[in-house]
C-alpha cells in the first residue's frame, strides 16, 4: 500500500515536471508567433503602401519629364508601364487592412480620388492619337502638387505604424511578464514537489530501516532464547540439520551433547527463580566459553542444554567436549553473594557411528543422558548400543506397563514386619509384583522407574493402596484387626497436589482406619521436596497414618528432614544389612539407631536373611525387624494361613 502511494506521487512529480516544461516551451513558442503576427498587422501596410505610391509618383514624374525632354529612352510604352504601376498601388491604401485607421488619421480617401482623377487625366492625353504638349505640361503640373501631401500621409502611416509596435512591445512586454512568473510559479511548485518527494523518500527509508531493524529483532528472538542468548530449540534443530548434511559431505563427524542442570529445581526452590535465572545465565556463558566459535550451544527447555559439536573425528573428542563442560561447573557460582555448587550431567552421542539421523542421534543424546543422572549425575554418559537395548527395553516395558492393570498382571505381596520386644506381629509391607507372562517377572526396581517417568506410577499406586486396604481389610481382620498396612510411596506420587485427597477417597471408600495406614517415602523424594510434597505429608500425618522414612543412609542424606518432617519410623536401608558383618557398616546403623532414637523415631531394620543378622539388628536396638527370615512377602491368599500359624505358635 505505502509503495503505491510512492509510485503514485512519482509519477505525479514526472508528469507535473513534464507538463511545466512543455507549457514553458509551448508558451514561448506561442509567443514569438503572436509577436510576429501582431508585428506585421501593425499598421505595416499602410505604411508600405503609401511609400510605395511616394516612390512610383517620382518615378512616374521623372518619366515624364524624360518623355517631355525628348529622351529615346523613355517611350510612351514605358511611361505607360510606370502609371499603370502607380495606379495599381492605390487599392491597398484604400482598402487595405490598415486603411481604416489611415483614414482617420487623414483624408486618405479624397486624396485618393484626386490622384486617381489625375491618372486618368494622364491616361487620357496619353491615349490621344498625338500627345498634346500643354495639356501634357499642365498634367504634370498637377501631379507634382501630389508630391508633398503624400509625403505627409507617408509621415502619418510612420507615425501610427511605430505607435502600433510600441503598443505591441508594451502587451508582448506584459505577456513576457506573465509567462514569467507563471514559469516561475511552475518551477517553485516542481521544485516543492521535488522536496516533498524527497523528504518523503527519506522519511520512508526510515520508516524501512525502523521495520528491517524491527524484522531482525523479532527474527533473533524466534531462533534465541531471552534469558541467555542462545539459539533456542527451533535454531538449534535447524542447525543440527545443516551440521549433519555438512559432516556427511565433508566424511566428518559431529558430536551431539544434552546438558542437564543437575537439581535445578532444587535450586530454583531453595534460592528461588531469580537466582535460578542466575545460575541458567552463568552456566549459558561458562559453557559457552569452553566452545569453539564454530561450535553451537543452545538452551532447548528450562534447565536443559544441547552442544553441537562440529568436524569431530572420534569419541575421544566427544569425550573430551563432555568432561571439559563438567569441569566449567567446578568453581561455585556466586547467585546473590551466596555460593552455590551447581553441577550437570552430559549425554553425549557421535554422528556417524552411532547414528545418521537427527532422530536417531537425539534419542541416543537423551539415552546417554538418562544414563549419565541415573549413575548419579555430575558426570557425562557417551552412548553405546548396550545402552540402546536397554532403553529400547524401557520403552517396550513403558508401553506394556501402561494395559498391565487391565490385563490383570499386576498384583500384591505382602511381608510381615515384627517387633524386636517380643515378636509380635506389626504390620505388613505391600510390595507391588508384574508378571507379563506366567514365567516372566519384571522386578519392581525395573518398571517403578519406568512407571515414575511416564507417570503411569500415579494410577498404579492408587491401584495398590485400594487393592491392599481391601485385602487387609478382609483377610487380616479376622485374625488381627490392629495391624499395620505399610504403602510405598513414589516423590512423583506424593508432588501430585491432590495426592492426599485421592488417597483419603480410597481409604474412606474401604472403610479403611487411615490409622493403620503407614506410608514409606524414600529420602531422595524429600531431597527436592517441594510444597505439595511436604503438605501431602502433613496431611497423611494429620488423619492418624504413619510417616516412614525408607532406605535410610542411600541417597542424599540431609538430617534437616529429619527435624522438619512428622516422622514415626525410619527403615535401615538393606543394603547396610547385607553387610553387617563389615566393621564400619556395622558402626554407621548403630550411628543411625541411635540417632533416629534420639530423635523419638522407631527403627525398622529390613533384609534380614540371616539369625545372625536378625540378632545383631536386635542387639543394636532395632525396634522392628523385616527379611526373609522372618517372612517372604507372600500373596494375600496365603496372609489367612500365615496368621493362623503365627496364632498358634507365638514366637
Ligand atoms: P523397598 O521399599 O526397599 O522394599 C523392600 C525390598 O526388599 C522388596 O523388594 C523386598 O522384596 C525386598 N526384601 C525384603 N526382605 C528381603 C531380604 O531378606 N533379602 C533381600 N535381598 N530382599 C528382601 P521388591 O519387592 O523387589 O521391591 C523393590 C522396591 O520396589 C521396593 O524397595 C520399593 O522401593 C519399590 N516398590 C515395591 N512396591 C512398590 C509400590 O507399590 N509402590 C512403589 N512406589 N514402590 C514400590
Ligand atoms: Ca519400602
Ligand atoms: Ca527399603
Redo the contacts with the bound molecule.
Sequence with gaps: MRTSWRDLAIGFLVFSVFVTFTSIIFINFERLRLGNAAILRSGAESLWSTHEIEIELLRLLKAMHRFQAPDPGVDLEALRLRLDILWSRLPPLLEGRDAAQLREASDVETLGARLSAALQEISDILDAPSVDAAAYARAMAGLEAFATPIRELSLVALHQTSQGHAELQRRLDDIYTAILMASCGLGLGTLGLITLLVFQLGRSQKLLDLKERANAQIEHLAHHDVLTGLPNRRLFNDRLAQSLAAAARRSSGVGLHFIDVDNFKAINDTFGHMAGDQVLQEAARRMAATMREVDTLARIAGDEFAAIQIDVATADGVVELSERLIRAFEQPFDVAGNDLQASISIGSTLFPDDGRTTERLLSNADVALHRAKQNGRRQGALFDEVMMEKEARRRRLGVRLEQAREHGELS??Y?PKFATADGRLMGF????RWDRSPHVEV???EF?PIAESNGS?VPI?DW?LWTACRDLAGSAARHRPDVTLA????PV?IQKEDCFRRFLKIVESLDFDPRRLEF?I?ETSLFNADTSTLANIRDLHDVGARICL??FGTGYSSLSHLQALPLNSM?LD?GFV?RLDDHRTQCICEGITALGHRLGLEIVG????TEWQYNELVRMGCDQV????LGR?MPIEELDGFMARLARAPA
Design positions: 500384591i505381596r511381608q509391607e505391600a510390595l507391588i522386578s519392581p526396581t517403578i506410577i499406586g495398590v504403602i510405598n510411596l513414589s506420587q514409606e524414600t525408607d532406605d527403615k538393606r547385607a529390613e533384609g534380614a536373611e523385616q527379611g526373609y527370615y512377602p
